[in-house]
Nanobody
Framework: QVQLVESGGGLVQAGGSLRLTCVAS????????MGWFRQAPGQERKFVAR????????YYTDSVKGRFTISRDNAKNTVYLQMNSLAPEDTAVYYC????????????????????WGQGTQVTVSS
């Protein structure tokens, strides 16, 4: 019932910034837990960040702490990922995700923890 559409990817130089946007549509009933994953070529899809329904609680994978900021605007059904100090290791397809259940389990950092996925947006960081 929920559709997620990412945008904002592109090519940037190391040290640069980029902001990804995810717009949710469909029968969302407001907002539940949402987040971002990424997948580099030849690698598994990995957790990047998540944000609670209220937006007050966030969590990041260690490699992006201090550089990335996840936020949301529930009035616009939108989640953002502000990425600063980008490095080549950040190059990947970034996916917006959402969870259908209001309940949480574990660390909520696994692919199977989320039910809805966007189509992905490419982020490429050059040295």
């Amino acid at each position: 019932q929920v559709q997620l559409v990412e945008s904002g990817g592109g090519l940037v130089q190391a040290g640069g910034s980029l902001r990804l946007t995810c717009v949710a549509s469909g029968r969302t009933f407001g907002s539940n837990l949402m987040g971002w994953f990424r997948q580099a070529p030849g690698q598994e899809r990995k957790f990047v960040a998540r944000i609670s329904s209220s937006g007050r609680n966030t969590y990041y994978t260690d490699s992006v702490k201090g550089r990335f900021t996840i936020s949301r605007d529930n009035a616009k059904n939108t989640v953002y990922l502000q990425m600063n100090s980008l490095a080549p290791e950040d190059t990947a397809v970034y996916y917006c995700v959402a969870r259908s259940s209001v309940f949480i389990r574990g660390t909520m950092t696994e692919v199977d923890d989320y039910d809805y996925w966007g189509q992905g947006t490419q982020v490429t960081v050059s040295s």
